[in-house]
């Protein structure tokens, strides 16, 4: 079942933090996080598995409750690079495919 | 650059052909996955091989197929093309079967007339 993303959309000056949800219906295994420029392909940004949590990238950390099967992904001090369509993928076990959500896009203004 | 390649990179046909996209994934990555993006759905896992075996299948069509390689490359076949199957088509790799970082290729861009 695909996971749940909000807010759908953001517009951020630069410098400013953002807090993009992830959230399922089912207990989770893992969560993954990539992030799509235009015209781009998506690009990992960091797995956090049930029971920790992972730090990955520049600025950006993340965070999984698997009580309420929601993972939250924080960029702080945004930078206009960081601007694209973030989506989470989650998977239920370890044998199970990722399932992704339909993305989050943030826009970073100078 | 993620050391995925597809080709071709555009594909433009018509309703009721066939068409087959191409994967080469990553050195050393044995699973290939392919991934349906169009702009209301967001990303939809179709169906993934380790290492020359099918893993798992998602929402797949009957009419489309897929297989991979000894040499581990994959091809998706698109057969019998409705106007709704016009979308980004993404592979992606990564080194085992199952929880690793995926890495995506640029995508094949389908357009059905």
């Known amino acids: 079942q695909q996971p749940v993303q909000s807010p759908q959309a953001v517009i951020l000056r630069e410098g400013e933090d953002a807090v993009i949800n992830c959230s399922s219906s089912?207990?989770?295994?893992?969560v993954h996080w990539y992030r799509q420029k235009h015209g781009e392909a998506p690009v990992f940004l960091m797995i956090?598995?049930?029971?920790?949590e992972q730090k990955g990238h520049e600025k950006i950390s993340a965070s999984f409750n698997e009580k309420k099967q929601q993972s939250s992904l924080y960029l702080t001090a945004s930078q206009l690079s960081y601007s694209g369509t973030y989506f989470c993928?989650?998977?239920?076990?370890?044998?199970?495919?990722?399932?992704f959500g339909k993305g989050t896009s943030l826009l970073v203004t100078p | 650059d993620s050391g995925v390649t597809q080709t071709p990179k555009h594909l433009i046909t018509a309703t009721g052909q066939r068409v087959t996209l191409r994967c080469s994934p990553r050195?050393?990555?044995?699973?290939v996955y392919w991934y349906q993006q169009s702009l209301d759905q967001g990303l939809q896992f179709l169906i993934q091989?380790?290492?020359?075996?099918?893993?798992a299948k998602g929402n797949i069509l009957e009419r489309f197929s897929a297989q991979q390689f000894p040499d581990l490359h994959s091809e998706l076949n698109l057969s019998s093309l409705e106007l709704g199957d016009s979308a980004l088509y993404f592979c992606?790799?990564?080194?085992?079967?199952?929880?690793?970082?995926?890495?995506f290729g640029d995508g094949t861009r389908l357009s059905i007339l």
């Open positions: 050195s050393g990555d044995l699973s």
């Open positions: 089912k207990a989770l295994y893992s």
């Open positions: 091989y380790y290492n020359g075996e099918e893993r």
């Open positions: 993928g989650t998977r239920r076990d370890s044998g199970y495919a990722l399932n």
């Open positions: 992606a790799s990564s080194v085992g079967y199952s929880g690793q970082p995926q890495h």
């Open positions: 956090l598995l049930k029971g920790g």
